[in-house]
């Protein structure tokens, strides 16, 4: 077994050249060289990535309003939780409100921050915020041109349950469901029976 470093300072790795090597829509992809906590060298590849935020959506009922989208990279179906990137001027709040809006076709008039996550520390400096939604109202989708959604309000438990039983595979998904759960739990703004 090796010894745990005394010092979390000497695991971090210093920059010596960065190449931007892919300008895309979305992305933007880097190559950099690298110094190691031994002095060694080595390269980093990653992608720079704007955020993006992510809406749990809670119905007085106990549903949530998930979503259901064909992944084009995975080739899969998947189910999902309304979210999306951060544009240029806006905050992880009116990123979530306005992709809970334009995905799920919902407005909300209490949303509040219950953690964030980072889906891709391997490859990716991407940060998604999780918000949670209520006292939701239809306003009708508003979706891009190249973008498909199914609605897909299913019981909180229900949306638990799949977690549990490998039903749900997007990790943002995952975690902003389970960070909502345990939001809730200590919060609780209404009652939610979350038994199966």
Not at 60 to 68: A, C, F, N, S, V
Not at 90 to 101: D, Q, S, V
Not at 114 to 134: C, H, K, R
Request: glycine share 8%; hydrophobic share 35%; with cysteine.
């Amino acid at each position: 077994m090796q010894d745990q470093p005394s010092d979390e300072s000497k695991l971090f790795e210093e920059t010596i050249t960065s190449s931007h090597v892919f300008d895309g829509t979305l992305l933007q992809v880097y190559v950099d060289e690298v110094k190691l906590p031994d002095g060694s060298t080595s390269t980093r590849d990653w992608i720079k990535h704007p955020g993006a935020s992510a809406v749990v959506p809670v119905f007085e009922d106990g549903t949530i309003m998930l979503l259901k989208q064909f992944r084009y990279p995975a080739q899969k179906l998947f189910i999902e939780v309304p979210a999306g990137k951060i544009d240029p001027g806006e905050t992880p709040l009116t990123t979530a409100r306005r992709e809970l809006e334009e995905e799920s076709g919902l407005s909300c008039k209490n949303l509040e921050k219950v953690g964030s996550l980072y889906p891709a520390i391997g490859y990716a400096d991407e940060e998604i915020f999780v918000y949670v939604g209520w006292g939701l109202q239809e306003t009708g989708k508003q979706t891009d041109h190249d973008e498909f959604l199914i609605n897909y309000r299913i019981p909180f438990s229900k949306a638990l349950q799949m977690i549990e039983d490998g039903e749900i595979k997007d990790g943002k998904t995952i975690s902003a469901i389970t960070q909502t759960y345990l939001w809730w739990k200590r919060n609780e703004p209404f009652p939610i029976n979350f038994k199966c």
